[in-house]
């Protein structure tokens, strides 16, 4: 079984300072994590992911998020928050590539506000 | 990138008729395609994934008799959402995936309220 847990449903912070979203993880195989953005009536993008091989992943938007197995988490980063920023973030994870009938199971969520 | 489309965007109907949501991968063959509910301010909830050709799976709790999945090709999955009652209005997503190794890719969703 898979779940994830994100912390803090709602993480503010000014423009121009980092953005820290936190993501902890379970997982019995070894994960296929994801981070997805949305826009408020939109679907989801993908921002990264990570599957095998090096554990700090950049993505779109200036987003990276570095994969830790000691600590189960894979927490997104950015190091200046910028107004198009504010969104609903979600991280997810998979056991992606283990089973046809694998699945994406998504945290809860976090909305980024961002102040000017 | 990978497109996946949904159709419609946004749809009204009256309580007690149906109404069904097409979910395309319009670049791609979708051997797996999902379907999510998300209410407001909530995460996904998966609600049944579907493989081509075959039966969709249901998550637990999901009422197969009212929300009728068909995965007819590679490129294009149903949602039917049967009888619809106020309480089914939210957002659908649908989302596909090439190959059990790859992401999968996310339709716009479908805002639906039933009234």
């Known amino acids: 079984a898979q779940s994830v847990t994100q912390l803090g449903s709602h993480v503010s912070v000014s423009e121009g300072a980092l953005v820290l979203l936190r993501c902890n993880y379970s997982?019995?195989?070894?994960?296929?994590l994801f981070w997805y953005v949305q826009y408020p009536n939109q679907g989801l993008q993908l921002l990264l992911k990570y599957t095998t091989g090096a554990t700090l992943v950049k993505g779109i938007n200036g987003f990276e998020a570095e994969f830790k197995k000691s600590e189960t988490s894979f927490h997104l980063t950015k190091p200046s928050a910028h107004m198009s920023d504010a969104a609903e973030y979600f991280c997810a994870v998979s056991d992606l590539g283990y089973s046809s009938a694998s699945k994406i199971i998504f945290g809860s969520g976090t909305r980024l506000s961002i102040r000017p | 990138g990978a497109v996946v489309s949904q159709h419609p965007s946004r749809v009204i109907c009256k309580s007690g008729t149906s109404v069904k949501i097409e979910c395309r991968s319009l670049d791609f063959q979708a051997t797996t395609m999902f379907w999510y509910r998300q209410f407001p301010k909530q995460s996904l909830m998966l609600m049944a994934t579907s493989n081509e050709g075959s039966k969709a799976t249901y998550e637990q709790g999901v009422e197969k008799d009212k929300f009728l999945i068909n995965h007819a090709s590679l490129t294009l999955s149903t949602l039917t959402v049967t009888s619809a009652h106020p309480e089914d209005s939210s957002f659908y997503i649908c989302?596909?995936?090439?190959?059990?190794?790859?992401?999968?890719?996310f339709g716009q969703g479908t805002r639906l309220t039933v009234v």
């Open positions: 989302s596909a995936r090439p190959r059990a190794d790859t992401e999968a890719f």
């Open positions: 997982s019995s195989v070894p994960p296929y």
